[in-house]
């Protein structure tokens, strides 16, 4: 792809990851933890191109049902490097631009710009320099950036997880097809809106944007790429639940259904207008989250911060590089203090949203009951 020559891809990835060591398959959900000692031998082995060891070949052959035996270490296995940062997940913005004008959208503009392709390298080295074994490639619609296919391999081919966020309407694509077929994400999500084109189109504001949808259900189908569907629930589909659940069961393998639609990041109330009535789940209590500390968020001019919503402060790593990472864990933890209306909350201990997303909300002027106990028992 991109003028590279074929070359052998690796079938494990050995990590650290914290202070464990896992080996996992790239399209595979199973991983194997493994204790210290045993990462150390098989880099060594790999190093020096010593065959697959016995215990490796027994345990993929249990985990995955593939036969690793008497196969070459080197290229089989990819070894990722210890590193001095305790990051293992990420997600990428690669480009906020989107093909479609979704009205719940979370952006509040989805402006087509980034980084050019060799910062984009860069930044992928970056990330597996963190630790990053999962990586979440997101936008806008990432499968339209110019990049993407380019950015998919070297990150795949760096020992990246990866997991596609999409709307569905390039899914379609041979090429697209191809690359996941031969490099296997770890997940593919895409984003369901509504059981047919009156409903799909309305909430996305792009006609024909169900038709495109339905190309690449299809094409993901008769090509064995397993997806998940993320059911969104508006105002415009709610009453197709059931039809929507049933396109789940045809095309993926699993789905969730999210009812909760949020303000833009930056606080601007555009989204909420496509809430439906009776669909907010109140259910879910924030527990904590390791955004900043084990995760972060990066858009597409390279700036860190600790997740989508909570954008505060960001951190230039085009500039500062790695270092830069140092300060996010700070910079995450201010953004979690419970300040402005939310200081002193006496149900504070079930709140259903973190401080950077309630502060978006407080911003938008929303009613409470979209997101705060103080408006349980308003009529939504």
Request: net charge negative; glycine share 8%.
């Amino acid at each position: 792809m991109d003028g590279k020559p074929e070359v052998e891809m690796h079938q494990v990835i050995a990590s650290p990851q914290n202070d464990k060591f896992v080996i996992v398959r790239p399209g595979a959900r199973r991983g194997i933890q493994i204790p210290r000692a045993m990462y150390h031998e098989l880099s060594e082995t790999v190093e020096e191109g010593r065959p697959i060891p016995v215990w490796l070949s027994d345990a993929a052959n249990q985990a995955w049902d593939i036969n690793l035996s008497g196969q070459p270490s080197k290229g089989t296995v990819l070894i990722r490097p210890m590193t001095r940062l305790n990051y293992s997940r990420a997600t990428w913005e690669i480009n906020k631009g989107c093909n479609f004008n979704c009205e719940h959208c979370y952006l509040a503009e989805r402006k087509f710009a980034g980084i050019p392709r060799n910062e984009k390298d860069q930044l992928i080295a970056m990330l597996r320099d963190a630790g990053v074994l999962w990586l979440q490639i997101t936008g806008g619609e990432p499968t339209i950036d110019k990049d993407f296919r380019h950015s998919y391999e070297e990150a795949y081919r760096t020992g990246m997880l990866i997991e596609i966020l999409t709307n569905g309407s390039r899914l379609h694509q041979p090429e697209t097809i191809e690359l996941l077929r031969t490099m296997p994400p770890h997940k593919v999500t895409v984003s369901l809106y509504g059981a047919t084109a009156e409903s799909f189109d309305s909430l996305t504001r792009r006609p024909g944007a169900f038709k495109l949808l339905s190309k690449g259900l299809r094409a993901a189908k008769e090509s064995g790429i397993s997806l998940e569907l993320a059911l969104i629930i508006t105002k415009h589909n709610a009453h197709e639940l059931e039809a929507m659940r049933a396109i789940a069961d045809e095309y993926s393998t699993a789905y969730a259904e999210y009812a909760n639609i949020s303000p833009t990041y930056d606080g601007t109330p555009e989204p909420l207008a496509a809430q439906a009535p009776g669909f907010l789940d109140k259910s879910t209590v924030f527990q904590g989250c390791p955004a900043g500390h084990t995760f972060f968020h990066v858009d597409p001019h390279g700036f860190a911060t600790m997740c989508k919503v909570g954008r505060e402060n960001p951190i230039s790593l085009m500039t500062e590089g790695l270092d830069g990472l140092l300060r996010l864990p700070a910079i995450a933890d201010a953004q979690m203090l419970r300040t402005g209306g939310c200081s002193g909350c006496l149900l504070s201990g079930t709140c259903r949203v973190c401080r950077p997303m309630a502060k978006a909300f407080q911003k938008a002027e929303a009613p409470l009951e979209n997101y705060c106990q103080h408006g349980d028992g308003v009529a939504t």
